[in-house]
């Protein structure tokens, strides 16, 4: 099953009515669940449904905000390869979430349709990371202002964003640094 433009902006929208909604009406509910609860939950709704990797790897919003986010995905069987270490393709799904949600946050803020897909992705894997890995990404700003060159020029416009990959609350030595290419256009 597809969805055109307007089936996908009218699931955005109902997101944006649910949560609204949720703390409008229901505030004790939603006071009892933290903000990086529920962005974990949406992400993983999202990634069941939209690109089931993502779902499939559990990943956990630590935090989110519009300048860094920081996401941990667990080493597990669904993560692990045949050394015991965390598989690289795990690894290019938590650099992809850490910058991409971002970018949906300032998409999101932008109430404007805009297409958005990695154009390139390199990586720098410095080390087995032989538990869960933790991927930042402090580039909230260049997306930001991505997101208005996009929304004022209708052209596709690109960024090289930066994450880096950390063992679960070590963040002295990374084990992997990556960067993608972001690639945006507005739509009409």
Same mark, same amino acid.
């Given at each position: ?10 699931? #955005? ?11 409008? #009406? ?44 920081? +996401? ?32 949906? #946050? ?62 679960? #609350? ?13 690639? +945006?256009?507005?739509?009409?």
């Amino acid at each position: 099953m597809s969805l055109n433009r307007q089936g996908s902006a009218k699931s #955005d929208r109902r997101s944006r009515m649910v949560e609204a909604h949720l703390e409008k #009406d229901f505030p004790v509910i939603a006071s009892l669940f933290s903000t990086s609860f529920r962005q974990t939950v949406l992400l993983r709704i999202f990634g069941s449904f939209k690109i089931p990797m993502i779902g499939y790897l559990s990943p956990r919003v630590i935090k989110l905000n519009e300048e860094i986010c920081i +996401l941990r995905i667990p080493l597990a069987r669904r993560s692990r390869n045949h050394l015991g270490s965390m598989y690289f393709g795990a690894l290019a799904v938590g650099a992809d979430c850490a910058c991409g949600l971002i970018a949906f #946050d300032h998409i999101k803020r932008s109430r404007k349709p805009i297409s958005f897909v990695f154009k390139n992705f390199r990586a720098d894997f410095l080390r087995r990371p032989q538990e869960s890995v933790d991927f930042v990404c402090r580039d909230g700003k260049k997306i930001e202002a991505l997101v208005g060159r996009a929304v004022r020029s209708q052209e596709r416009v690109e960024e090289i964003v930066s994450v880096k990959a950390f063992l679960a #609350d070590q963040y002295d030595e990374p084990v992997a640094d990556m960067a993608l290419t972001i690639s +945006l256009k507005g739509k009409s």
